[in-house]
């Protein structure tokens, strides 16, 4: 043991034999326990472990030194600071060391996390972060319970109970959605696994309404942002797992949330594997979700029909189109919600081909500000804009105002394609015009057909005309060359046989345009745009997408 993990053992020790911790022992009383420990079955990234044993933490493109890691200064609130107060990187840690090797630096930052906030209640105690720390603490806890400290280990199961309680009379604080599941399913946990916890039953009710206010009835939830159901899969995950480690029945609600999280999880992947970019978030790391998925304990199909997580799916033979087709989630659950309604993603095999440009969603980011409103325009997404205006407003303090709130959907298949035809509201109220989006994958998967119409309804009229553009943003690596006619784009990439890309109504031209990686970062790319102009009567341009083999 290093001199600064000695030093922060004796203070450990000497703060387990404060009042506080003594009236938790009184007389008489057994020392406090787990009754078992869950077996988290997914695999943790082992890159990330093996930074944390070389003494950093690193999220995205940040890193933070764990040998001046002081979490009374750390606070919360911001991505690195809740990463680091949740726990969840004691997978990754294990991932990549033996529990002995794990265990020195895990208990080092448990101890640490106790010394600033063991003692008090304070925004470390947010019900969220308490729910995700009960969680890792109790599937990890060989790795910050290993030490023969006994005033280390009966502080933090004492704090781990009052954390509990905590819960207990608070949970339902949390913020509506995952914040407010995770506070909830951390409780039943205690409820499982510590002695002297809370009630099963109560905190069992507590998680069914959170889960009925936060998902919709396919199983999405309302903020309609993936990088959120792959985090609500993992909860689920976790609860599973101390459900089976206490030996205990799992309530049939919670088995069929469980599900359909995955089965909505599994509507939004690509070809690749990783996420679809959309609400703020990017594709994220494909290695990490498919660890989570093969882990999670469930299997389910891909959602393909999801009316209320309003994420369509139409895949053939390798090729996947998701296709945003509801509006935008109430301000209250995605507060970075985009106006993206009706546009697409689109991958060949494992090579994205149409993509939307995404945003840094959890992450720390360095990006200016102005860029990450800007990403969640109408324009940063693949789809139609009208004269420069959103679909859907957003408004100058970052909220999203008036726009798309009716969309209509209609689909088919048959022994020939898949087709969808969706329209959204979004332009009646400026422009007096629907936009009619038609989308058709053959079932040999090599061509898509495409058509946008601008439909006249209402009493807004367009004076003259009115310039409008389709974007089609393109993946990094896809290099479009613009046909002779400048009709067309032939889009070659290294991951896929070429495209060929057809309109025919307007104009095509390449502009530049650019992306977000999972760590963050802009990467700089190209997009198709066909502009023109449509006058008070509307207007249609169809397109086309062909597979060259």
Known sequence: MSADQSAQSAVVRKLAKRPLFSRLFASGRQPLKLVAVPRDHVQGDRQRGEALLAGRFVLGSEAVS?????FAALGTGGPMADALQGFSWLRDLAAASSREKGARVAESLAGGWLLAHGTRV????????????ILFWTAYAPYILSSRDSGYRSALLNTLVR???HLDANADKALPGLDRITAWAGLVTAGLLVQGGVRVARAESGLARALSTAQFEDGGLISRTP????LLVDRLALLRASYFAAKQSLPDTIEAAAAAALAALHGVTMGDGGLSSWQGGNHGEPARLHALIEGCGLRARPLRQARGWGYHRLSALGTVIVIDAAPPPPAKMAPSGCASTLAFEMSDGPQRLVINCGGPGALPTALPPELVEGLRTTAAHSTLVVSDTNSTAIMPDGSLGKGAEDVTISRSEDNDCSRLEASHDGYVRGFGLVHKRSLMLGNDGKEIRGADQMIAKGRRKIRDAAPYAIRFHLAPGVEPTITADRMGAILRSPGAPPWNFRCRGANLTVEESLTIDSRGRMVPT???????????IGGEVAWQFRRSS
């Open 66 to 70: 764990l040998s001046d890691l002081d």
């Open 122 to 133: 304070d925004d470390a105690w947010r019900p969220d972060l308490w729910g995700e720390r």
């Open 163 to 165: 954390g509990a309680r």
């Open 227 to 230: 990088s959120q159901q792959a």
């Open 526 to 536: 190209t997009q198709l745009v066909i502009q023109g102009e449509v006058a008070a």
